[in-house]
């Protein structure tokens, strides 16, 4: 099945330490989105590539950056893990800006 | 900011219809109402979406009011496995976000 998959689902990771969340789809689409979501919250959209065009969200901290190097393949890095970047992190893709998003399991982040 | 408004909780018994209501006073004519869910742990899961009609699939249907400021999705023979958090998301079509809410809980009783 066409799908988004997102590795590892569980990152453990120390305070500073910088760290790669994975996220791949087999769907051929055009669009990768990145979503943060912390605790009891609702997701909220970090960044996202329109094929190679890289649109970063207003107040996405300069912490996080991420790369697409294949339609199929994109990381998301966060240079200097703090407490407060402990999250779900979610990964979807859609075939267009009008088309449906599709979302992966997620990665939930852990920062000791 | 989410442009929709939506109850913080639901009960539902399994076998009954689930009827989760969503308003978006607000919303544009270009603007779409999306319905996703997401059950503990897991990725946001895509329902079904519509403009002005209603729609329905194999999940769902999606009744959106004549004046289009409110909808309602249903879920026709809610079983356990739905209880999840449903989003309704306002969306415009050329738009590549998605602004979520605090959504509804809605559990499902046996």
């Known amino acids: 099945d066409a799908m988004v998959i997102q590795n590892p689902r569980y990152q453990v990771t120390q305070f500073g330490k910088p760290v790669t969340l994975s996220c791949s789809q087999t769907l051929n689409h055009n669009v990768m989105y990145w979503y943060q979501q912390k605790s009891s919250q609702a997701p909220k959209l970090l960044f996202h590539y329109y094929d190679k065009d890289f649109n970063n969200e207003a107040d996405t901290p300069d912490n996080f950056q991420s790369r697409r190097p294949n339609t199929s393949f994109c990381f998301l890095d966060i240079r200097s893990p703090g407490l407060g970047d402990a999250a779900m992190y979610l990964c979807?893709?859609?075939?267009?800006?009008?088309?449906?998003?599709?979302f992966g399991p997620g990665t939930r982040l852990l920062v000791l | 900011d989410a442009k929709t408004t939506q109850p913080p909780s639901m009960d539902c018994a399994e076998g009954r219809a689930a009827n989760l209501p969503c308003n978006h006073s607000t919303i544009s004519g270009n603007e779409y109402v999306y319905w996703y869910r997401q059950i503990h742990s897991q990725g946001p899961q895509y329902i079904i979406h519509?403009?002005?009609n209603n729609e329905t699939n194999e999940m769902a249907s999606l009744i959106i009011t004549e004046d289009r400021k409110s909808s309602t999705l249903i879920l026709p023979h809610a079983t356990l496995r739905d209880t999840a958090v449903y989003y309704c998301?306002?969306?415009?079509?050329?738009?590549?976000?998605?602004?979520f809410g605090k959504g509804t809980k809605l559990t499902v009783n046996p």
């Open positions: 998301i306002v969306k415009e079509g050329g738009s590549e976000k998605l602004v």
């Open positions: 979807a893709t859609s075939g267009g800006y009008q088309e449906t998003q599709y």
């Open positions: 519509g403009l002005k």
